[in-house]
């Protein structure tokens, strides 16, 4: 290799080193965690995000010629954070995720075996159609996503709508980010693969962190973690509000739960507010602030949380039962109601939940 190459090999060096820096020290940092331990299709996806880089790269520098060889390199590793986009969420479904990995992972093979067979001159091409694929590919997931989103108007509506906003903001950060490093790998030059292979391996611990500990790392920790406790009801520290009656509001509502799972008062489908209120010795308004406060949501919905439960477990213990029966035993009024609840809270309405355990119960059991 020349001194004119010299530049090249320098940046070559550096992207491998600090990439597999970043790469092994995210994967034993979880490794440690006992996450590969948990979810093997999300480790799989994450164990790709540190190899498919690093064999799509060596394919390039045994097969590239002159500068341009650098500006690849730096391209392929930027596929690292590019997976770790695509991984799915904790609340959303894997399947599309790993569809688009795997299509990702085969244009981007597709591309550094041809590479080895073109002449240089189409150098600038193969790196033009391996960022744009990407990034296209990319693009289109995040659409996807989003209409995915937004096609159910009930979620936009839940407690947990807070939380996935954050999340996908992140996601659309970071994809600015790696636009970011792959236009400058794009103009090329030693000094902008260098700057891109910066900002690739930031990006790559971001999104690895982001991806693990179900974080977006952009709002802090403190205000990620208060978000998290009120989706989970457990937002009782509130500005301004005394110590004590924080304290006398957790109480009165572990007693309120305590009762609801032990004399089931609910099952009557006269039971208010008002009554609640007078089995826990207090006063309507206060035990309704404290509902709000701890669950995040109103009484009415409160009540039809343990309803759906129940409905559920009768469901499960009795499939034959017929829905009219369960749904006068759980309190429901009307089947109106019990169909809307039970679709808000499961995702499907009771005589879709009644045929899935039906079928269930009819596969053969393993020991």
Same mark, same amino acid.
């Given at each position: 290799?020349?001194?004119?190459?010299?530049?090249?090999?320098?940046?070559?060096?550096?992207?491998?080193?600090?990439?597999?820096?970043?790469?092994?020290?995210?994967?034993?940092?979880?490794?440690?965690?006992?996450?590969?331990?948990?979810?093997?299709?999300?480790?799989?996806?994450?164990?790709?995000?540190?190899?498919?880089?690093?064999?799509?790269?060596?394919?390039?520098?045994?097969?590239?010629?002159?500068?341009?060889?650098?500006?690849?390199?730096?391209?392929?590793?930027?596929?690292?954070?590019?997976?770790?986009?695509?991984?799915?969420?904790?609340?959303?479904?894997?399947?599309?995720?790993?569809?688009?990995?795997?299509?990702?992972?085969?244009?981007?093979?597709?591309?550094?075996?041809?590479?080895?067979?073109?002449?240089?001159?189409?150098?600038?091409?193969?790196?033009?159609?391996?960022?744009?694929?990407?990034?296209?590919?990319?693009?289109?997931?995040?659409?996807?996503?989003?209409?995915?989103?937004?096609?159910?108007?009930?979620?936009?509506?839940?407690?947990?709508?807070?939380?996935?906003?954050?999340?996908?903001?992140?996601?659309?950060?970071?994809?600015?980010?790696?636009?970011?490093?792959?236009?400058?790998?794009?103009?090329?030059?030693?000094?902008?693969?260098?700057?891109?292979?910066?900002?690739?391996?930031?990006?790559?611990?971001?999104?690895?962190?982001?991806?693990?500990?179900?974080?977006?790392?952009?709002?802090?920790?403190?205000?990620?973690?208060?978000?998290? =406790?009120?989706?989970?009801? %457990? #937002?009782? +520290? /509130? &500005?301004? @509000?005394?110590? !004590?009656? =924080?304290?006398?509001?957790? %109480? #009165?509502? +572990? /007693? &309120?739960? @305590?009762?609801? !799972?032990? =004399?089931?008062?609910?099952?009557?489908?006269?039971?208010?507010?008002?009554?609640?209120?007078?089995?826990?010795?207090?006063?309507?308004?206060?035990?309704?602030?404290?509902?709000?406060?701890?669950?995040?949501?109103?009484?009415?919905?409160?009540?039809?949380?343990?309803?759906?439960?129940?409905?559920?477990?009768?469901?499960?213990?009795?499939?034959?039962?017929?829905?009219?029966?369960?749904?006068?035993?759980?309190?429901?009024?009307?089947?109106?109601?019990?169909?809307?609840?039970?679709?808000?809270?499961?995702?499907?309405?009771?005589?879709?939940?009644?045929?899935?355990?039906?079928?269930?119960?009819?596969?053969?059991?393993?020991?």
């Amino acid at each position: 290799m020349t001194d004119s190459l010299k530049p090249m090999r320098i940046v070559i060096i550096f992207s491998f080193v600090s990439f597999l820096v970043a790469a092994v020290g995210m994967i034993i940092r979880e490794s440690r965690n006992g996450g590969y331990r948990l979810r093997y299709y999300d480790c799989r996806m994450r164990f790709s995000s540190a190899a498919v880089p690093v064999v799509l790269a060596l394919m390039d520098v045994l097969a590239g010629k002159g500068m341009q060889c650098a500006a690849m390199v730096v391209a392929d590793l930027a596929l690292g954070p590019l997976i770790l986009l695509l991984c799915p969420a904790r609340h959303e479904k894997a399947a599309m995720s790993y569809r688009y990995a795997r299509l990702l992972f085969w244009i981007q093979m597709s591309l550094s075996v041809a590479g080895i067979f073109v002449n240089d001159g189409l150098a600038d091409a193969k790196m033009m159609v391996s960022v744009l694929s990407g990034q296209g590919l990319l693009l289109w997931y995040l659409v996807r996503r989003t209409y995915m989103r937004y096609g159910n108007v009930r979620k936009l509506f839940s407690n947990l709508a807070v939380w996935h906003g954050a999340c996908d903001m992140s996601r659309f950060v970071y994809a600015m980010g790696l636009s970011l490093a792959l236009s400058l790998v794009i103009h090329g030059g030693v000094f902008c693969a260098a700057a891109a292979d910066a900002i690739l391996c930031a990006l790559y611990v971001a999104c690895y962190i982001r991806v693990t500990d179900d974080t977006g790392l952009l709002a802090g920790k403190d205000v990620e973690i208060c978000i998290k =406790d009120a989706i989970q009801g %457990r #937002l009782y +520290e /509130r &500005a301004g @509000a005394a110590p !004590d009656d =924080d304290r006398r509001m957790m %109480r #009165l509502f +572990e /007693r &309120a739960k @305590a009762i609801m !799972d032990k =004399d089931k008062p609910y099952r009557d489908e006269l039971f208010s507010l008002p009554d609640f209120a007078s089995m826990l010795l207090t006063n309507k308004v206060y035990l309704s602030r404290t509902i709000n406060m701890m669950a995040g949501c109103n009484f009415r919905n409160f009540l039809n949380w343990y309803r759906i439960e129940d409905a559920k477990a009768l469901i499960k213990e009795h499939p034959e039962m017929k829905l009219a029966d369960v749904m006068i035993e759980c309190g429901f009024r009307t089947h109106q109601t019990f169909e809307a609840a039970f679709l808000r809270q499961c995702g499907e309405n009771p005589r879709e939940y009644q045929e899935r355990v039906k079928v269930e119960n009819l596969r053969p059991r393993r020991d």
